[in-house]
């Protein structure tokens, strides 16, 4: 019970303070935000790593990938997005190098191989994914770096998490309720079929209310029920993937958590699995089914 409350109160906190960066803050203060949550949850990963005992380059990776959520800001708001992916390549490319030529003078380490594919890993599936955010948020509407992102993004922004994280929400409160039959318990004991259906159940029903809600209009983005319910679907099943690929890693580092940064639970990395999995799908889905008003 002590640890449900705690999972409520820092549901409400991240959530105001979700709430009031979309709404508010200029791009600047989320570019900000978003290399500090990069950098943190990239440090857990790293842990995770060296706990099954392979060595890595912990600061290249998160400079990497720091720099990769930076350019990406600097294109969209002083560029209008043009020739992103360009960009986007290029510094994934200078990247790679780097981690490569960072081995050259490890006379002492056995394991190079792994050191440096492990590395890699952490820039392709925390900022690379991460990123995807910001092409969310930026894509579809004019803005620059001292005001707030336009309302196509922050709309899409906001829907994308309030039907993941809603999901998470059902799949916890039924699972610890209901919870009998086991999902994948090689990978995470605790989750059951119970609660995957009750979060997949909730994520549906807040797509729908969230489209009813907007009329299905997301700024310059029209969406439709066909649209929501494809959506409501898709969206926490990918979020859950995410939630597993995460227990996986966890469980090979032989960690409950990737933290304590977050009062019941756990780190940054345990509350951004699910988005990382879901957010790249979103933003295609939305770039190529959803026209624009």
Sequence with gaps: ??????????????AGVLGLAIVKAPVFLICAMLLLIVAIAMLEFYAIIRQTGIPVYKYLGIAC???LIGISFCVYTFNGGANAAEYELAVLFVCIMLVCIRQFPQRLNAQPMTTIACTI?????????FNFF???GLSWDQTDFFHGAGVSGRL???YLIAVVKSADIGAFLVGSRF???KLFPRLSPSKTWEGFFGGLLLGLVVSLLLFLACNGHFGHKLMTITDALILGILLPLLGMV????ESLLKRAGGAKDTGAIIPGMGGLLDVLDSLLTAVPFFYF????FLPTI
Excluded: A, C, E
């Design 1 to 14: 019970m002590q640890s449900l409350n705690k999972r409520i109160y820092s549901g409400m906190l991240l």
């Design 285 to 288: 889905y939305v770039l190529w």
């Design 179 to 181: 919870g009998k039959h």
């Design 156 to 158: 899409l922004s906001f």
């Design 65 to 67: 990938g720091v720099t």
């Design 121 to 129: 890993l952490g820039i392709l599936y925390i900022p690379f994914l």
């Design 134 to 136: 910001t092409k969310l």
């Design 242 to 245: 995410g939630d597993l690929v």
